[in-house]
């Protein structure tokens, strides 16, 4: 028989809960507000009952505990602010609760974390902050993890040297020799861009010039220089040539240490290099056979313009700004969807008030809708170059309506942009000055042995529970039991 040392009326009716050190007490009534969760189901022989102390121990988190107990109570589940959301979900799934029943008061600050940990998602994905791969990473890229001979570092040669010229040409700050063939990839980047914008200059150009005999009258002739055609120096093709041998050398080597050559083709960079590279052969054979002599093919030559996509793999806050604006391509979408729908309500509305308005027909600068489309754009952009304008007075006021919606349209949106932009780069900077290595810690299952209360008839099976001052205070009780008994006898 176990001793009730309360010996209170309200015993039944209140409960004692100890969580994480922090002990609440409430009623057993308001625990089954709740069925079919963890506190509905308390009972007496569950192991984390202790009969002593007559309460229920639970490891948890106090802080987010008594939002919980608060919720029996009241029927209305708060998200603190002093905890993560992880924990919190975690604390939720514990005692059987839905994250659903969150207030929607507290929604947004308690769904904060499921972005963040997005966006951590996506710069990991992203390989930012990667500065040289191990071993193991580098042989689970080329799928001979698998391999135990290769795990052993039992790697046949020309393996391990695709894995090294891999990480020189893939991961520019793995060694120095990567850095330096990182330098030398920008430098001919570079050199062929400012190439091909000098030698639109006149004064790099070379013209052909053939002289044409002119008939001065019938008896004289004379003659006249004609400009026949132009072409670049010598010089820069030999620039060309450097640079250009430099790319079809570094593509091709990507490409045959590269562990996926399927997704290496696939790479919009690794298309632009290689379309960049073939056209600058394919445009010297033209000029070989002589037919190069098209607008069409120079316009074309511009794709070595992209080259300077090359430079985002160099550098992580280009990165970032390209993750970025793809995260929010919902919204600019958006947006381009709305300024086009204004600049085709504005046009229509432009176009007809000056067609009505006009005293003259030669005063209205809006001979047609596309016109009035284009004034529209330029408008509604703030550029406006002032080649189209209204001239009266309900087209003016069109106008300046357009202006301001232009205005609004545009800059609305931007905010959303921005900061999903700064959300980016605000957690790439904090993961940079993060420790690279982490202690872990395992879970573990605490071993809860359940304490039995002490009865008058244990003969000392439990007194190590109550240490030696129990011990000698539960024997001095027993002798003077004794001693009665044995004065009262006759």
């Known amino acids: 028989m176990a001793v009730n040392l309360l010996g209170n009326s309200d015993v039944d009716a209140r409960i004692i809960l100890n969580v994480g050190g922090t002990r609440f007490e409430t009623l057993k009534s308001t625990l089954k507000k709740l069925p079919a969760t963890r506190l509905s189901k308390l009972t007496e022989q569950l192991s984390y009952y202790d009969p002593i102390l007559n309460e229920y121990f639970f490891d948890r988190h106090p802080g987010v505990f008594s939002q919980v107990l608060n919720y029996y109570r009241t029927g209305t589940l708060h998200y603190p602010l002093n905890v993560c959301g992880p924990l919190f979900e975690d604390e939720l799934s514990y005692w059987g609760l839905q994250r659903e029943d969150v207030e929607p008061c507290c929604w947004m ?27 193991q990473e580098v042989m689970k890229k080329f799928g001979w993890d698998d391999n135990f001979d290769y ?11 695709m894995m090294i010229v891999w990480q020189i040409f893939e991961e520019p700050r793995s060694s120095t020799i990567a850095k330096v063939i990182t330098v030398i990839s920008i430098f001919f980047i570079l050199v062929s861009i400012l190439s091909f914008v000098l030698q639109t200059l006149s004064m790099f150009r070379i013209s052909d010039i053939d002289f044409v005999t002119v008939y001065i009258n019938k008896t004289s002739t004379d003659r006249t220089p004609t400009l026949n055609r132009q072409h670049v120096h010598p010089s820069f093709d030999v620039v060309e040539w450097i640079c250009n041998t430099w790319f079809i050398f570094e593509i091709m080597t990507r490409f045959i240490v590269s562990p996926n050559k399927k997704e290496f083709c696939q790479s919009t960079l690794n298309i632009i290099d290689f379309l960049a590279t073939s056209w600058f052969y394919f445009t010297w054979a033209l000029t070989k056979l002589h037919v190069n002599d098209n607008e069409a093919l120079d316009l074309l030559s511009t794709i070595r313009i992209m080259r300077l996509f090359k430079l985002f793999n160099h550098h992580p806050g280009l990165k970032v700004i390209i993750t970025s604006m793809k995260y929010s391509s919902s919204v600019l979408w958006l947006l381009i969807f709305f300024i086009l729908i204004a600049v085709a309500i504005f046009a229509s509305l432009i176009y007809y008030a000056e067609r009505m308005t006009s005293r003259h027909p030669d005063d209205n600068m809006f001979g047609s809708i596309p016109d009035a489309l284009w004034f529209n754009i330029i408008t509604m952009s703030t550029i406006g170059y002032g080649d189209l304008y209204p001239k009266t007075m309900l087209g003016m006021l069109i106008g ?3 202006t301001v919606a232009g205005v609004l349209i545009i800059d609305l949106p931007m905010p959303i942009i921005v900061e999903s932009f700064a959300n980016f780069y605000t957690h790439l900077r904090a993961r940079s000055k993060l420790p690279k290595t982490r202690r872990k810690i395992g879970p573990t299952e605490p071993v809860v042995t359940k304490r039995t209360p002490i ?5 000392g099976q439990n007194l190590k529970l109550l240490g030696q001052t129990g011990k000698a205070s539960m024997f001095s009780n027993k002798n003077m039991g004794h001693n009665n008994m044995m004065s009262s006898a006759p």
């Open 109 to 135: 600050t308690y769904t904060k974390h499921r972005s963040t940990a997005e966006t951590l998602s996506i710069l990991d994905s992203l390989e930012l902050d990667t500065v040289r791969s191990s071993q």
């Open 400 to 402: 300046a309506v357009s």
């Open 151 to 161: 795990v052993q570092g039992h790697l046949p040669r020309y393996k391990r040297l």
């Open 455 to 459: 009865t008058t008839m244990d003969n």
